[in-house]
């Protein structure tokens, strides 16, 4: 079954999908193709679309989905193996710094991990509205706001953790649709640059 959003981190992974064609494939193989059928739908040859299919599976984007007759002929059919590919921004980590300061800060590695999460949910629900015509209920709420101090803001986590207990278990099932919820309380990155 394919995957609704997959988190790219490989280089092989990362080369295979800044490709033009590759990626015209890959938006073509959403549902199990053979690769004569992409190339007819792309107008291209079929030799040149087997190429860029043996790389988007060296790569692991692409993987066989079984066989189909047609006529004397069996073919092959490729299938995308997620409907959409997120580029992870740990791809320009070269140096280890950043994974050192997230091992040193478990609050931080966290919220990184969070956003991450974020991410591919939310364009997995986006592929949803797009391809499947989902309505898709969902509410999102964003605030600034600034603290006195680091008593202030632990002082509002508090607080925040005592409302959500019982507005959690006031609202919440043991059966139904799950959500997710999540409240990141964080420094205005651009302030925190501008003090340092």
Known sequence: MQTRAQTV???????????PIRRKVLAE?????????VARTLGMPRQK??????????????RTAGERAKGHLTEKLYEAVAGTFILSPR???EDGARDKAMRDQVSL??????GDQLQKDAISLLDL?????????????EAAISFADEEARSSF???YLQVLGPLLSKHGAREGRGYRVALAVYPD????????
């Not at 509205?129 to 709420?141: K, L, M, T």
């Open 129 to 141: 509205a797009a391809f499947d015509g989902e309505e898709i209920p969902s509410a999102s709420v």
């Open 109 to 114: 590695k966290r919220l990184v991990s969070m």
């Open 49 to 62: 679309v087997n190429y860029h299919l043996k790389e988007l599976a060296k790569a692991k984007l692409v």
């Open 9 to 19: 981190s490989d280089p092989a992974a990362v080369e295979a999908l800044t490709h």
């Open 29 to 37: 193989l959403r549902a199990p193709k053979s690769a004569a059928s």
């Open 91 to 93: 791809v320009a980590w």
């Open 157 to 159: 986590m508090e607080d």
């Open 189 to 196: 990155p651009e302030q925190t640059a501008e003090e340092s």
